[in-house]
Nanobody
Framework: QVQLVESGGGLVQPGGSLRLSCAASRIIFSIFDMGWYRQAPGKQRELVAVIASGGSTNYADSVKARFTIARDNAKNTVFLEMNSLKPEDTAVYYC?????????WGQGTQVTVSS
């Protein structure tokens, strides 16, 4: 069973930064497409950023130029560097792993942007 464990969430002031990590186990990490999604209270889960097995990336318009997704295949880890955080970035952030038609989710990590 694929295991995804997120870390790095917390409380940060507007304009601040956080770095999320997602450690994957029990998979051949390098062949998976990895992504970060988020879900704010009362809203649907939405895509934040994805990085394909080949390294190409895609971002939601709302986070472009502020967030950066990266992967370290040697460490089976995907990262989300979040800068210039806004209150509207407050959500539970979930790590996602996809391979063909299958996907797996982490348990989520809370990010709260507030003064």
């Amino acid at each position: 069973q694929v295991q995804l464990v997120e870390s790095g969430g917390g409380l940060v002031q507007p304009g601040g930064s956080l770095r999320l990590s997602c450690a994957a186990s029990r998979i051949i990490f390098s062949i998976f497409d990895m992504g970060w999604y988020r879900q704010a209270p009362g809203k649907q889960r939405e895509l934040v950023a994805v990085i394909a097995s080949g390294g190409s990336t895609n971002y939601a318009d709302s986070v472009k130029a502020r967030f950066t997704i990266a992967r370290d295949n040697a460490k089976n880890t995907v990262f989300l560097e979040m800068n210039s955080l806004k209150p509207e970035d407050t959500a539970v952030y979930y790590c996602n792993a996809k391979l063909w038609s299958n996907e797996w989710w982490g348990q989520g990590t809370q990010v709260t942007v507030s003064s």
